[in-house]
T-cell receptor, first 107, second 115 residues
């Protein structure tokens, strides 16, 4: 069993839809990161959180430490949101990554 | 520079060839990480430096892989006698602080193809 699991693996949506990507982990962590990766591109850090909720523009990230679960929400999705979204958990000195969720938003 | 710079951006190597991948972290960033990302997978941890000290190399898949950061800034990941299974994107990330609680800045990666 992977230490970090994401669902769904693939997601398609129409422009304007509300998107939710889930992340569950099985280890004790110091922080959880949500990252975005465009095809052929590097990785951009979206959020780092250890409790509660964070919001940046149309993106919202929540975490429940007791349940070892986090969600990334995108409101009013847009084709430019199409990318791979990766959840990563921070252990003492390194990140453990999920396999990512590939999101495609169609106009 | 303003971000993490990796070079080369693409590398094609013949099986058995040695390669060297370079990472220029953000100036002043203490921590530097190397990750390997196979096609369709999430990145896998390779090794971690705090300044010039290599604190964790548990993710290096074999003794053909070697990383260094001699002056605590630029890092080089070297792969000797490359094999086809080494084909992947190699990502470098740096962080201002120590440990996984700080924000990371990632480079664009080096895509290595071993033929």
């Amino acid at each position: 069993k992977n230490e970090v699991e994401q669902s769904p693996q693939n997601l398609t949506a129409q422009e304007g839809e509300f998107i939710t990507i889930n992340c569950s982990y099985s280890v004790g962590i110091s922080a959880l990161h949500w990252l975005q990766q465009h095809p052929g591109g590097g990785i951009v850090s979206l959020f780092m959180l250890s409790s509660g909720k964070k919001k940046h523009g149309r993106l919202i990230a929540t975490i429940n430490i007791q349940e070892k679960h986090s969600s990334l929400h995108i409101t009013a999705s847009h084709p430019r949101d199409s990318a791979v979204y990766i959840c990563a958990v921070g252990l003492t000195d390194k990140l453990i990554f999920g396999t990512g969720t590939r999101l495609q938003v169609f106009p | 520079g303003a971000g993490v710079s990796q070079s080369p951006r693409y590398k094609v190597a013949k099986r058995g060839q040695d390669v060297a991948l370079r990472c220029d972290p953000i100036s002043g960033h203490v921590s530097l990480f190397w990750y390997q990302q196979a096609l369709g997978q999430g990145p896998e941890f390779l090794t971690y430096f705090q300044n010039e000290a290599q604190l964790d190399k548990s993710g290096l898949p074999s003794d053909r892989f070697f990383a260094e950061r001699p002056e605590g800034s630029v890092s080089t990941l070297k792969i000797q006698r490359t094999q086809q299974e080494d084909s992947a994107v190699y990502l470098c990330a740096s962080s201002l602080g120590r440990g996984a609680n700080y924000g990371y800045t990632f480079g664009s990666g080096t895509r290595l193809t071993v033929v």
